[in-house]
């Protein structure tokens, strides 16, 4: 059963506008969160993180926002860019017992910027 | 450029050949990973070495065998893989287990 679900295999958005990738994950003990980016025939970089002590996190035009309660984050691109285009990873970890578990991916949301 | 450096970018082999893939880390890191990815599916977990020891073989065939000589070098060698196998393996690194992890480009694998 996977643990961290990106449930929209692709989204297209006009460029200058906001891009919304969400994620939504089953395992309360996930407490530390990050996005990834990934070109084609790259591998993926590191984008933005959030620890489950926050609830949200900036960085320039990516902004991750932290729902714990509905067990879902979601990352916001404003504004979009035609380079932002690329697939997008949600990645958890939890903690066990003062150890942190290795990142659980999702299956990647494939973002479309047009122009 | 990530520090982490896989080669070769692109490999075909049947199933008989042997051939293994290389990634080297240039970030000082104590952990590596290997990764598949297969189309439409999440990044696999392979297998997980921390300070050269292996600490998570995520119930992989052994026709894929590991070898971390060091910190900084890691191996995946193949061998009798079927067309099923045919993947995008990725390197990684981190600093510690479970922490921010760092990417190579991949090696691209067409099993025949």
């Known amino acids: 059963d996977q643990q961290v679900k990106q449930n929209s295999p692709s989204l297209s958005v006009q460029e200058g506008r906001i891009s919304i990738l969400n994620c939504d994950y089953t395992?309360?003990?996930?407490?530390?969160f990050l996005w990834y980016k990934k070109y084609p025939a790259e591998g993926p970089t590191f984008l933005i993180s959030?620890?489950?002590?926050?609830d949200k996190n900036e960085d320039g035009r990516f902004t991750v926002f932290l729902n714990k309660s509905a067990k879902h984050l979601s990352l916001h691109i404003v504004p979009s860019q035609p380079g932002d285009s690329a697939v997008y990873f949600c990645?958890?970890?939890?903690?066990?017992?003062?150890?942190?578990?290795?990142?659980?991916f999702g299956k990647g949301t494939k973002l479309s910027v047009k122009p | 450029e990530t520090g982490v450096t896989q080669t070769p970018r692109h490999l075909v082999m049947g199933m008989t050949n042997k051939k293994s893939l290389k990634c080297e880390q240039h970030?000082?890191?104590?952990?590596m990973y290997w990764y598949k990815q297969s189309a439409k599916k999440p990044l696999e977990l392979m297998f997980v070495?921390?300070?050269?020891?292996?600490?998570e073989n995520n119930s992989v065939p052994s026709r894929f065998s590991p070898e971390c000589p060091n910190s900084s070098h890691l191996f995946l060698h193949l061998h009798t893989l079927q067309p099923e196998d045919s993947a995008l393996y990725l390197c990684a690194s981190s600093q510690g287990l479970g922490e921010k992890l760092f990417f190579g480009s991949g090696t691209q694998l067409s099993v025949l």
């Open positions: 959030i620890s489950s002590i926050k």
């Open positions: 990645a958890a970890s939890a903690n066990y017992g003062g150890s942190q578990g290795n990142l659980i």
């Open positions: 970030l000082g890191h104590n952990a």
């Open positions: 070495y921390s300070l050269e020891e292996r600490v």
């Open positions: 395992n309360s003990m996930f407490d530390y």
